[in-house]
């Protein structure tokens, strides 16, 4: 399990659960519940270049990030300092 703390949403954190390259697991900690819910639903079983692609910039109302943009840079930061160290 992963933990990120995000910056800029309402969610205070990510939970992940990652094996190998895919992502098993995800769980938000605050946020809005029914467009999490469909993120996690999107997302579970999906490579996670793939869902960086997909993901990454997406912005929330003024800000420049959103829950998808966080969930994508924590991906980044697992794939470039977690995963690729093992």
């Known amino acids: 399990m992963y933990r990120y703390y995000?910056?800029?949403v309402?969610?205070?954190?990510?939970?992940?659960?990652?094996?190998?390259?895919?992502l098993l697991d995800v769980v938000f900690d605050g946020g809005c519940?029914?467009?999490?819910?469909?993120?996690?639903h999107?997302?579970?079983g999906r490579h996670i270049d793939?869902?960086?692609?997909?993901?990454?910039?997406?912005p929330c109302r003024n800000r420049n990030t959103s829950c998808p943009d966080q969930l994508a840079k924590a991906l980044k930061i697992y794939r470039d300092y977690v995963f690729?160290?093992?």
């Open 84 to 86: 690729n160290k093992e």
């Open 10 to 22: 309402c969610a205070k954190s990510i939970l992940l659960n990652i094996e190998d390259d895919i």
């Open 33 to 40: 519940d029914g467009s999490l819910i469909a993120l996690k």
């Open 50 to 58: 793939e869902i960086i692609d997909e993901l990454e910039y997406i």
């Open 6 to 8: 995000t910056h800029g």
């Open 42 to 44: 999107f997302v579970e």
